[in-house]
């Protein structure tokens, strides 16, 4: 640890240890929250205080167990923080130029994971709103241990005629209906528990421990993440103004101009986030089923246009099953 805005992070079974500019000991944080994800903010708050002159310029490295740094190192690079799993600091390569992780090889990290568990409540930097709540993150409250990429035939038919009832703006002929269906390219249907949605030929579905759906093909600098948090009878119209709120105060967002891409029953908010990395996030979310469901376009660069075709046609398609 070179400077005074490097800390490192324990995270031990009853409590999280914090070694930098001072050492701290929160047995109030116990591995298992940070890995469930309740603790996670309170860990970022922690670390924000000891460092708020230079927050976000810090470099964290954590130790803990896969899952723990796993929460950990995303929620902080998507806020623009350096963090890396301990065992990075034994990379040769790392010990001879004593430089940083590259955002190269920090956008492709993919630990692996042996199960997936089910999470009561998981977070990820995505910036969703929830009420009772403020969700600094893709939250899905989503269970099961499975992963179905083909799904039967009527759900495609039912998610096809959806998505082009959405985008319709009234019925079409028969010789319309017709052209329509001989343009539209290849798609895969994806599905996870209730969530299914379209994206092309290629694509795969990843449920990650803190509960977000990724969606990655061909493409490595593009990722489709997909969350959907039931709201449990909240005012939609709530959810919008939360989401209003910390898009207007949180620094990484910026609210984009929305093109309903949903149809005009279902209304969408757009924002971007900017995570100080120098990739990007398109999120589009909206009330739906009784769930906050989210889509985001998250592009090593500026999305480029196939990049923004994709992602459309997932926030275009998606279904929540009963």
Known sequence: M???????????????????????????????????????????DQIRDMYGAVWPDVEVVIDGSEAATDMLSRTLLNKGVTAYSIEALTDPVIQESGSQPSHEDLFQIRRPTEHTRQLPFTRFHAVLAGIGVVIVGGVVLLVGNSVRTDAPAHSHAATVSTAAHA????????????????????????????VVFSVPQGFKLEPRDDGLLVATGDDPNLRILVAADPIHNVDPAAVRREVEEMVEHDPQLTAQSDEQMRGSEIVTQTYREDPGDGSSVLWVTWVQ??????????SKTNATIPQKAACRMAVETLQLKN
Not at 10 to 39: C, H, K, M, N, Q
Not at 175 to 183: D, G, L
Not at 289 to 298: I, L
Request: glycine share 8%; aromatic share 6%.
């Open 289 to 298: 089923q009784n769930n906050q469901v989210s889509v985001g376009c998250h």
């Open 2 to 44: 070179s400077s005074l805005s490097s800390v490192k992070i324990t995270v031990l079974d009853s409590a999280t240890l914090f070694e930098g500019i001072d050492t701290i000991y929160r047995y109030d944080l116990p591995g298992t929250g940070v890995e469930e994800g309740w603790a996670v903010n309170a860990v970022i």
């Open 167 to 194: 985008l319709g703006n009234g019925a079409s002929s028969p010789a319309t209906s017709t052209r329509r269906k001989q343009e539209v390219p290849p798609s895969r249907v994806l599905e996870y528990q209730n």
